[in-house]
């Protein structure tokens, strides 16, 4: 092989955990940021929330006043764990079925095409996946108990 191409192998193999480490903090950042405003939106104007509830989103199940408190404070509570990389997985997840529901919950986003939704679904299927990464808090409590979390 020649050496300039084995160079390169090297310099790929060293940054390779730490881009995968980025692109990871990335996917928390951009998710939590989007739900979160969702949220803070939300419950800053509440009245045009519950109206949506009531009489635009078709949230199956539930009546539509604990949809949503229930949207409400899993858009408030659920981004700053993941950002923190805090529960990744169980978050993300829990996330992922939001994301869901709300594609499921309001045909207006089919019509426009749902593109952030399904940015959003890759994104937490990948921390699903893959954890919250190496600059993450689940890996800093793994560590400190002497064990590494799984995939890391």
Do not use: C
């Amino acid at each position: 092989m020649n050496p300039p191409f084995e160079s390169a192998l090297r310099w790929q193999a060293r940054l390779q955990p730490h881009l995968l480490d980025l692109l990871l903090l990335l996917a928390r950042v951009t998710v939590a940021a989007a739900f979160l405003r969702a949220g803070i939106l939300k419950i800053s104007s509440w009245d045009s929330t519950l109206y949506l509830f009531e009489f635009e989103y078709q949230v199956p199940l539930l009546p539509w006043q604990w949809a949503a408190w229930i949207g409400t404070g899993t858009e408030l509570l659920l981004p700053p764990l993941l950002l923190l990389g805090l529960m990744t997985r169980p978050v993300a997840l829990l996330l992922f079925g939001f994301n869901a529901m709300a594609v499921l919950s309001y045909p207006a986003l089919w019509e426009q095409g749902f593109y952030d939704h399904r940015l959003w679904g890759w994104q937490l299927l990948t921390l699903v996946i893959l954890g919250g990464g190496r600059w993450s808090w689940d890996r800093l409590l793994w560590r400190g108990k002497g064990i590494l979390q799984p995939g890391h």
